[in-house]
């Protein structure tokens, strides 16, 4: 009898498992934080309002909260109680009172916050502070929680209508006294703030968004086209041999090693209309009207950016390009020359086609560089004037951390994802066909 054979893997499984560790690495470094961000964007997650800071599915208590503002309704009430005695109102602030009470002492014998709330308790009462998130927030009950916070807001509202109708001082300073109060304790109660895709159709008909995006799009292909065709040429002219050109190679690499927000404080600087050296000769030159619509206007500065851009990465093209240059065989210019094929009909027939494949590398490079440019733009005109600059990356910045909404911003950050994965989808596909179809270099 033959032996039996051990399992064995097939090529394609053989090839799928050596890329698994790789596949892993991306899922870990790239797609969970994706994934996190369009978590974060079905919530009305906001760290600036304490009723929205965390991202939750159900009602939740902020013990520590509730406790420190329980103590000051309970003496703000009593004292509204005695302002209002003989009046209409008494019988409405002591109705709430006693449902303010039975809601509380059911709270506090809930089985899941007992104990917790006795611990907190104590510790807000020795002025320590509740660090522990696990202590600090429990879960309530939906009808409990809703029926509260209706009893809340409804006194709120009661009681601010009997503000203007009151003409007592003392009456009315106890009035404000406690509605304040009955509105810190109804923020302690923290409700969920799930929203589903809402943010996503907010954003998609805001016209800002819409803004910021062609900004960036024009930003994107502007800038790169004219990258693409300098640093080309720059390519071309160190890629030939002459006296001098280690150091003219290191020369122009220099913009490229300067940081971007370096970068951009300098052009700021050249840019300013009323010591700018660029912004002068500008006019001088008749390019501009004036020194200052560099900075001071929409066209001027989408310009500005650009014109830095292109100063600041076209060294990188270049070098991307100039690695491109040196693959390509000189046998192949000899032959062409042979044939009688001028310097012009040698760069389009030879030097272009054999050059396709890393075009497209710096192409795709560059493109989702310039797409997701950030710092250049934040730096030099912050978005403006009146964001005719603003690009998507700065708009999400905006949203998430300077307005401190995680919600929305994390909506525009998964926007950013879903545009730059596109494009390079486009490029792979178009670098993939090039590479594995067998058409480099054929005419």
Do not use: C
């Not at 800071?53 to 009430?77: K, P, V």
């Not at 703030?193 to 954003?203: C, V």
């Not at 004037?385 to 994390?410: D, H, K």
């Amino acid at each position: 009898m033959g032996k039996k054979k051990g399992f064995q893997l097939s090529e394609s499984q053989l090839g799928y498992l050596m890329v698994l560790p790789a596949l892993v690495l991306i899922a870990a470094v790239t797609l969970w934080p994706v994934a996190q961000s369009f978590w974060n964007s079905m919530f009305d997650y906001r760290l600036n309002d304490p009723t929205r800071n965390q991202t939750t599915l159900s009602y939740q208590i902020d013990l520590e909260t509730y406790a420190n503002n329980y103590f000051y309704i309970d003496r703000d009430l009593s004292s509204l109680e005695d302002e209002a005695e003989g009046t209409d109102l008494q019988p409405i602030v002591m109705q709430v009172r006693q449902d303010i009470d039975t809601y509380h002492e059911e709270l506090t014998t809930l089985p899941e916050v007992q104990e917790q709330y006795e611990i907190v308790d104590e510790m807000v009462m020795n002025f320590e502070p509740v660090n522990d998130r696990d202590l600090r927030y429990s879960h309530l009950d939906n009808d409990f929680a809703e029926g509260y916070i209706d009893l809340l807001e409804d006194a709120q509202d009661t009681f601010t209508d009997s503000i203007a109708e009151i003409g007592d001082g003392d009456l009315e300073s106890s009035l404000s006294q406690a509605t304040a109060t009955l509105a810190s304790v109804d923020r302690s109660l923290i409700r969920p703030n799930f929203i589903g895709l809402t943010n996503y159709g907010k954003y998609l008909t805001d016209a800002r968004m819409w803004s910021a995006m062609w900004n960036t799009v024009f930003f994107t292909v502007v800038s790169v086209f004219f990258e693409l065709t300098i640093g080309l040429a720059v390519a071309l002219v160190i890629n030939r041999a002459f006296i001098g050109r280690g150091a003219v190679r290191a020369a122009v690499l220099i913009p490229w090693a300067i940081p971007t927000a370096v970068s951009a404080m300098m052009w700021n600087y050249l840019y300013d209309g009323q010591s700018g050296v660029v912004a002068h000769y500008f006019e001088q030159l008749g390019l501009i009207s004036d020194a200052s619509v560099l900075l001071s206007t929409g066209s001027g500065a989408m310009f500005s950016i650009i014109l830095a851009d292109v100063w600041k990465t076209m060294p990188y093209m270049a070098l991307l390009l100039l690695a491109g240059l040196q693959t390509i065989p000189e046998s192949l210019y000899e032959a062409a020359e042979v044939d009688g094929a001028n310097k012009m009909q040698q760069f389009i027939n030879v030097t272009l086609p054999m050059l396709k494949s890393a075009i497209l590398v710096a192409l795709l490079f560059r493109t989702l560089d310039a797409f997701r440019v950030f710092d250049l733009i934040y730096v030099l005109t912050g978005g403006g004037p009146a964001n005719s600059t603003e690009s998507i990356s700065v708009y999400a910045y905006q949203v998430l951390f300077a307005q401190s909404n995680f919600g929305e911003g994390s909506v525009l950050s998964v926007i950013v994802f879903l545009a730059v994965a596109l494009i390079s989808i486009v490029f792979i596909k178009l670098i993939g066909s090039d590479l594995f179809d067998g058409k480099t270099g054929k005419n």
